[in-house]
């Protein structure tokens, strides 16, 4: 009865992200009532496991206590405080520092954002004060990577390259620019790594011939392309994008609002990668999901080059609620558990998840398996050798797969290509793991 009512409401009055807003219609939506470690249950009563941490963002698990009470702390003793003014907050000031100190290189700034699409507006807003500061003004353009995913903010879903975030839009503007993906399985130039990095690394370079290299002002790359199917690039790839990137004069911006946070093992994927971005973005497991936030992280050639434009003048960029004290509370908890526990647990999960995964090639269904730690991919197809696509009316969207997957007890992500992706909670057991396989190939032979 309550769940009628509620998909009922729900149709008349919530707009959701990312739906067709007449697309529920049909089913009504699935109503979570609770959750605990990697599992959520539904208002009908049904317990699934999430293999997607929400949408990739609950690394740390569900019913963390600490984090919960840290929360209630900083509510009952300071819910707010502005940043405006002069004026600051504990919470805020300490996450700022821990994170400094752990980012890569001198990355030791960090502009607080409520999640991960203003974190990329923010940046492209710092980015363009920049070069105006160094006297450069006309370094407008931004170029990034197609199948690339940088948020729905007008900015960010211009940088995106994923079209369903620019039909009926207006997006991409015409200082946003693409280069090909590196995405191996389905490359024109073949799934070759050196050939993958030389291609992007040519395609890198004629594009800011294309524009003037004076006229660049920006690259910005996720170390994973999570939102266009959880596409790896190959090793060394970033590293090599990154020396174009100083070659140029360009700055070079790691996304990592999916790839922070321990979801490809280490805190950062760029530390991985051995390289320090010029700018870095976060959200999602910055606060696990507990509370929004995100963040840019400058490095301290970008916040001097800024303050000294600025001088004694306000720099016209803040939020009401940038470096919010609960967010900020929920933060620093959250980071004491990465470090004391679940960043080691997530890399010995992810290694069990990867493997697991390359277990279900045998499937006839399977084309490519994908990813690193506890970030995954597989790519259906229906004739292995000509890599066909699984039909449109087999996927409608990726909601067949979804549901399929939804009734055998595991929440993942259904892309529309017919990929299902991955990212579990970093605390998952040994035997999660092998259930979230388990019914993974459950899907697959019900959708044979
Ligand atoms: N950048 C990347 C790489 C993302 O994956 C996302 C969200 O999935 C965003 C930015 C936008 O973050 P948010 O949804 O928190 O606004």
């Known amino acids: 009865m309550l769940t009628n009512s509620l998909v009922e409401l729900d149709r008349r009055h919530l707009v959701h992200p990312l739906s067709s807003f007449h697309g529920h219609e049909a089913r009504g939506v699935r109503v979570m009532r609770s959750a605990q470690g990697a599992r959520v249950t539904d208002n009908e009563g049904h317990e699934l496991i999430d293999g997607f941490a929400g949408l990739w963002c609950v690394n740390a698990g569900y019913g963390q206590e600490s984090v919960v009470e840290a929360a209630m702390a900083q509510m009952r003793e300071l819910p707010y405080a502005t940043g405006y003014f002069g004026l600051g907050a504990e919470a805020p000031i300490r996450l700022a520092a821990e994170l400094a100190e752990r980012a890569p290189g001198d990355l030791d700034h960090v502009y607080f954002t409520l999640g991960g699409s203003d974190a990329v507006d923010s940046a492209v807003r710092f980015i363009r004060y ?140 760029s530390e991985e990668e051995g390289i320090v971005p010029d700018l870095m973005t976060v959200a999602k497991g910055l606060t696990s999901g507990y509370a929004p936030m995100g963040a840019v992280f400058m490095r301290d050639h970008v916040y001097q080059t800024i303050g000294e434009g600025a001088g004694q003048k306000l720099i016209g960029h803040g939020f009401t609620y940038s470096g ?55 790519e259906l197809v229906t004739d292995e050798d000509k890599k066909t696509p699984l039909p449109a009316a087999a996927l409608e969207g990726g909601t067949r797969l979804f549901d399929r997957a939804y009734e055998n007890g595991l929440i993942v992500r259904a892309f529309a290509q017919g990929i299902l992706g991955f990212a579990p909670p970093l605390c998952c057991t040994d035997a999660e793991i092998d259930e979230i396989i388990d019914r993974t190939r459950r899907v697959l032979d019900l959708t044979l």
């Open 130 to 269: 920049y070069w105006h500061s160094k006297g450069q003004p006309e370094r407008d353009q931004f170029i990034s990577v197609a199948q690339g995913f940088h948020g729905s903010t007008s900015a960010g879903a211009g940088l995106t390259a994923l079209p369903v975030f620019h039909e009926g839009f207006g997006v991409p503007y015409d200082w946003q620019h693409k280069i090909p993906s590196h995405y191996a399985y389905r490359n024109p130039v073949g799934s070759d790594e050196a050939g993958i990095i030389a291609a992007s690394t040519a395609a890198l370079r004629a594009k800011a011939e294309e524009l003037g290299p004076e006229r660049v002002a920006a690259f910005f790359v996720e170390p994973i392309q999570g939102s266009g199917g959880v596409l790896v690039p190959p090793k060394g790839w970033i590293k090599a994008m990154r020396e174009v990137c100083t070659e140029l004069g360009i700055l070079f911006v790691a996304d990592e609002v999916i790839t922070g946070f321990g979801r490809t093992g280490p805190l950062f994927a």
């Open 324 to 378: 919010h004290p609960v967010s900020a509370a929920v933060g620093l908890e959250v980071l004491k558990l990465y470090e004391g526990g679940l960043l080691d647990n997530g890399r010995r999960q992810g290694a069990r998840l990867q493997a697991g995964l390359a277990g279900l090639s045998d499937h006839p269904l399977v084309g490519d398996v994908r990813g690193r730690g506890m970030l995954a991919a597989v």
